[in-house]
Every structure is written in C-alpha cells, then in structure tokens.
C-alpha cells in the first residue's frame, strides 16, 4: 500500500495501475489453475443424481437427493446412478463401483450387499435402503480428502520467504523515511521498490 500510495503522489499512474494489475493478475491466475486443476480431478466423483425414487406408502415419488434420509426405501433402475449408501433389500443388478471401491469390472448385488452412491447401475433395478446420505457417503467423504490433498500447503521456501520479509519491513520503512527527508519523494521510492515483503509471497504461486 505504501509502495502504490507514493507512487500516486509522484505522479505515475500508470506505473501504480500497472503494478497492482500485475500483483493481482498472479494472485487470481494461480487460484484459477488450482481451481481448474481440481474441477478435473473430482468431476468424476462430483457427478451425481439430483433426484432419487423414494417410495412412500406403496407409491413412488421423485425427490431430491439432499432430502433422503437413514432409513429411507429408493427404487433406482438401470442406467442411474445410485443416490446414497445402502444396502440392497429387493432385486439384483450389476453396478459399476470402481471409483468408490477400486473395483475391476461390474460387481454383482443382490439382496443385503451394500451398494455405494456415485455407483452407476447397468442392469437390473434394486431397492435400496438408504444408510448414508449422498452428503456423508463414502464418495462425498473421497471428495473431501481429495480436495484437502490436492490444496498447496505453505511451502518451507515460502515460510522462510515470509519470516525474512516481515523483519524487513520495518527497516525499509524508515530507510525509505530517512531518503525522502535528506532527498525527495522519488528517492523513498527507490528504496521502496525493491519490495522485500511481497516478492517472497509472490514466490509461492510461482512455484
């Protein structure tokens, strides 16, 4: 802030405008590419269905998943997806569990086998008896150590960066005091410039 406000007051606009576009440019360009980044690695395990069967009272009615609850009875058909963990209690079916299980191939379930949500269903329907919902299921818990796996903790590099940079803050400041009251305003700034704080926290997103 001290750096741009005395480039203000000395009259370089467009050096000020540049400058904080550039800092902010690589602060959202890295969010960005993180975000990106981990869009495509979940999207997979981030689809599922919004609407589930439940049954009621010998009838079916469409809800949506974030409404099913332990001990809810759901039909799901072939070609959906399974809405919430389970267990079987009617039919058979072949689903296609690898990226909740790891498996190999479509796996079998009948009565009393557990089934997973973000399953697909290829054949057969079942009637599942809900166990876990979609938001504390095993694929949503996945997403969640995956999202915390793949967000960047504070390198040692940076940490090291910032512990130098905050102690010469102070430092700088009074140099760059000391310049403007022996010299003038563009003499503080070429003490200023060199930016011993934010160049290190500049590094991480670099890195």
Known sequence: ITIAGATL???????????????????RRSHRELSAAQRQLLSEFRRRPRFAWLC????????PVEQLEKGDA???????MIPADGVV???HAELD?????????LSLKTVNDKVFANSLLF???????????????????IV??????????????????????NRTVAPTLAAAGLGLAVGDLSTALAILRPDYW??????????
């Open 144 to 165: 969640r150590a995956m999202e915390v796996a793949s967000t960047p903790t504070p390198a040692q590099l940076k940490r090291r960066g910032e512990r130098f940079a």
């Open 198 to 207: 934010s160049g290190p926290g500049m590094s991480e997103p670099l890195g």
């Open 123 to 141: 054949e057969g329907d079942l009637k599942i008896r809900v166990q876990r919902s979609s938001e504390k299921s095993r694929a949503a818990t």
């Open 74 to 80: 759901v039909i799901v058909r072939a070609g959906e």
């Open 56 to 63: 009621c009272d010998g009838a079916e009615l469409e809800v």
């Open 97 to 105: 569990e690898r990226l909740v299980c790891h498996t190999e191939g």
């Open 9 to 27: 007051a000395s009259g370089s606009f467009f050096t000020a405008a540049l400058m904080g576009w550039v800092i902010q440019f690589w602060d």
């Open 89 to 91: 209690i009617e039919g």
